[in-house]
């Protein structure tokens, strides 16, 4: 089912802009150019983010609590500057604030073991998970990650297969001859799509395969947080 946006925008431009991006994006629409007819309408159609105008913080500081929408994703543009630029803001702000409502609130404090020798990406998806409120313990080697496990139990393991040293499958074979880890789910992400990779690694035990190239960041948090529920 489609995302729904209430938008509040009194600048008939970029509320256009607005409306025709966020449609071609496949959300659908409700838009309001007066604070008091939008705000009236939040509770009767109950949408899934809110897009106001940067007037509009005082009202909606104001209408949390008396129309009881705590928590309701909001994401504010300005009709100030590139209107291209701020839709684009816009779109991407609506994205990431509709992935992290729509994670389960256990993901928080759950313990993440990811085994990842390419640290652009082991930053940046750290901090995606810190969102999240995750402990994420981050290894760049399987020797530093099988320490790690001597004395921790993650809640579940994300481990590439080509890393210096040991391989992914190395780690993986001595987790699964690990008992105490029996029921931990592994994720594997890899570079590699070949089948027999593919094939091995479920043999072995994981619960998901996912190719580096063909997922995003938030696909990745998703399945986490599905293997979590």
Known sequence: ????????????????????????NGYVCNLFHQEAEGFKKIKELQPDILVLDDTCKTTLAVETTAIGIA???????????????????????IKEKLTLASVPADLANKKILWVEDDTFIGDILSKKFSAYNCRISLFTNGDGALKYLDT??????????????????????????NHTLDKVPVVVLSNS??????????????????????????????VVAELLR
């Open 71 to 93: 928590g309701l994703p909001t994401v504010f543009v300005s009709p100030a500057g590139d209107f291209k630029k701020t839709v684009r803001r816009a779109l991407d702000e």
């Open 193 to 222: 799509d070949q089948p027999a990779d593919i094939n091995k690694a479920r043999a072995m035990g994981i619960q998901k395969f996912l190719v580096k190239a063909a997922v995003s960041l938030d696909d990745i948090i998703k």
């Open 152 to 177: 921790e139990k993650p809640d579940i393991i994300i481990l590439d297969l080509l890393l210096p040293g040991m391989s992914g499958f190395d780690i993986l074979k001595k987790i699964r001859d």
């Open 1 to 24: 089912m489609s995302k729904s946006i209430l938008i509040i925008e009194q600048d008939e431009p970029l509320a256009d802009e607005l409306i025709r991006s966020f449609k071609d």
